[in-house]
């Protein structure tokens, strides 16, 4: 099997993409409530700092910056997953091998990651989490996404409230389909 390794920056800016396990359903957006306590329970325990958040029926981005040398990404998101998980009733389909594990068959293992480089590259990712929504025809507009940090990125003065995005929507962002 091959070594996964992870870029670890301290105190880093990251793009992340989070999948469920079953990506025809809409649980994500359907228990918000339950993800918005977790991330607020993980935040209180291990601080970051959330530019950009983008939550779609059965899989999320996210842009975070990390506190001054912390690199510690990978137990925020787990934390994150578990709390998500267990809240959940049980039932739903798992793999021979996730059964064998005790994994829950909520998420995919993994979650995909990308350490932000420069200014460029940062608003290339801020820009695309809140234009995702649109990119999946989910909306027509980002305004329009209820779960999405678009509206306090307006409030802030980042984009006008009619922007329309788009750019580089075809890019690779660690998402399939």
């Not at 989910?138 to 009619?162: I, N, Q």
Request: proline share 5%; net charge positive.
């Amino acid at each position: 099997m091959p070594e996964y390794r992870r870029n670890r920056v301290a105190g880093g800016c990251y793009f992340f993409t989070a999948n469920l396990w079953d990506r025809r359903g809409s649980l994500l957006v359907e228990r918000i409530d339950l993800l918005r306590e977790c991330v607020w329970r993980v935040r209180v325990r291990r601080p970051f700092h959330v530019d950009a958040w983008v939550v779609l029926p059965e899989h999320m981005h996210a842009v975070w910056t990390l506190p001054e040398g912390d690199d510690d990404f990978s137990t925020r998101w787990g934390s994150i997953k578990r709390m998500f998980s267990a809240g959940l009733e049980g039932g739903e389909a798992r793999s021979e091998g996730r059964m064998r594990r005790g994994e829950r068959g909520v998420w995919q293992r993994r979650f995909w990651e990308h350490t932000i480089r420069d200014e460029r590259d940062y608003a290339a990712h801020v820009d695309y989490v809140h234009f995702n929504p649109v990119k999946h025809g989910l909306v027509e507009g980002p305004g329009y996404w209820p779960f999405s940090s678009f509206r306090r990125a307006v409030e802030r003065g980042v984009y006008p409230a009619d922007w329309v995005g788009g750019g580089d929507a075809d890019g690779i962002w660690g998402e399939r389909g």
